[in-house]
């Protein structure tokens, strides 16, 4: 009988450091880590204030390179690529969900939600498309000519959540997702992510304080003093 077949992670982290220089002292903000990632999994990233996980969560977001180690996504090991194939792979593969938002204040709904597959060039129509499915599946077809100062706190993170699924990435990376909002939107903005999570089949990972957050997730990473304590 053959043996089964291991699945490859979707991510790899491999003995991955990073060190900041403040003033003139290092500050190690991860070391050594090892981890690996599994496509379609709701992974979270927790532990407290400086313990290293938005520190990790940036560097899977390709929004900083490591000191040390390597990290593969995919098929690409992104800690060898240049700077212009890093800039698509974020663009093509990754999605991001903010703390803030992070919204364009003088853009609408539908204009937010368009942005990434505009930078990417995708054409008028099938952005359109695009842009009219997904704001729809996050409750806000209606609000498609609201500009974000008209949104309640979730109804902005859910404009943030379409802006991050409307090019289909592999991987949405949320930082503090429900940090700034009440207990009970914040249950369904959770709500909506895990249904988006089982529908469009892509990896989330958290970097969060928030017990509804870690109890919903497949996995819980958790960091201290920059290194994994448990997983």
Do not use: C
Request: overall charge positive; charged content about 25%.
């Amino acid at each position: 009988m053959d043996a089964a077949v291991v699945a490859e992670p979707l991510i790899e982290v491999t003995e991955v450091s990073k060190t900041y220089l403040v003033g003139t002292e290092k500050v190690h903000a991860l070391q050594g880590v090892t981890l690996r990632v599994n496509e379609g999994e709701f992974l979270a990233l927790a532990g407290p204030s400086g313990s290293g996980k938005t520190t990790l969560l940036n560097l899977l977001g390709l929004v900083e390179s490591p000191s040390a180690g390597r990290i593969r996504l995919d098929d690409t090991v992104v800690t060898d690529v240049s700077p212009r194939r890093l800039t698509r792979l974020r663009a093509e593969r990754l999605g991001y969900v903010f703390q803030t938002f992070n919204l364009l204040p003088v853009l609408t709904v539908a204009e937010n939600i368009e942005y990434p597959l505009f930078l990417r060039r995708v054409g008028r129509r099938d952005r359109w498309r695009r842009v009219n499915e997904m704001a729809h599946r996050v409750g806000l077809g209606s609000f498609m000519d609201h500009k974000p100062s008209q949104l309640s706190g979730g109804q902005r993170q859910r404009v943030a959540i379409a802006r991050a699924l409307v090019g289909s990435p592999r991987v949405v990376l949320a930082d503090e997702p429900t940090a700034n909002l009440d207990t009970h939107t914040g249950e369904k903005i959770l709500t909506l992510m895990k249904e988006l999570n089982r529908e469009t089949k892509a990896t989330f990972i958290f970097s969060t304080h928030d017990p509804q957050i870690m109890a919903a997730a497949d996995r819980v990473v958790r960091l201290h003093d920059g290194r994994i304590a448990a997983t």
